[in-house]
């Protein structure tokens, strides 16, 4: 995956509380396993029952529309990836970028599906399954 400077048109790089100590040090190909994108969608005037969940949070490098890392004196930030309309953005950690749009217009009024991914700072433990205790 190519790598790209960090440009201050990017805009502002924010990390939670710890999170950039923890990279530090860190091989930029460990620091992404410290990271996800996940999807949300947006409906409108979509009947309620048409509406359904679609959420998962994988990998960087398993999401197809993450075309590059962007990183800042060693530390990675954000990636680069395809928006809604297949051109490359920036998104920095914590951030997200419109990456489908649709809209519809079948005489009843508009119909909207908006999908915004999100990259999300995870801790090292992220996706274990650690069952609860009974006592």
């Known amino acids: 995956m190519k790598i790209v400077a960090y440009e201050e048109k990017f805009g502002k790089v924010f990390f939670p509380e710890g999170f950039e100590e923890l ?10 396993e ?9 409906y409108s005037a979509t009947d309620w029952k048409e509406r359904k969940y679609q959420g ?14 962007i990183v800042k004196d060693g530390i ?12 490359e953005v ?8 419109c990456t489908y749009y ?6 009843a009024g508009y119909k909207e599906r908006i999908d915004y991914t999100y ?3 995870v801790p090292e433990t992220f996706g274990e399954w650690k069952p609860e205790s009974t006592t």
């Open 56 to 69: 998962s949070a994988i990998k960087i490098d398993k999401d197809r529309d993450v075309t590059g890392l």
């Open 102 to 107: 649709a809209s519809d217009n079948n005489g």
């Open 76 to 87: 990675l930030v954000g990636i680069m990836i395809l928006d809604d309309t297949k051109r």
């Open 34 to 42: 410290y990271y996800r994108t996940t999807c949300f969608s947006v």
């Open 90 to 97: 920036p998104c920095l950690a914590e951030k997200n970028v």
């Open 119 to 121: 990259l999300i700072c």
């Open 23 to 32: 990279l530090q040090g860190l091989t930029v190909e460990e620091q992404m």
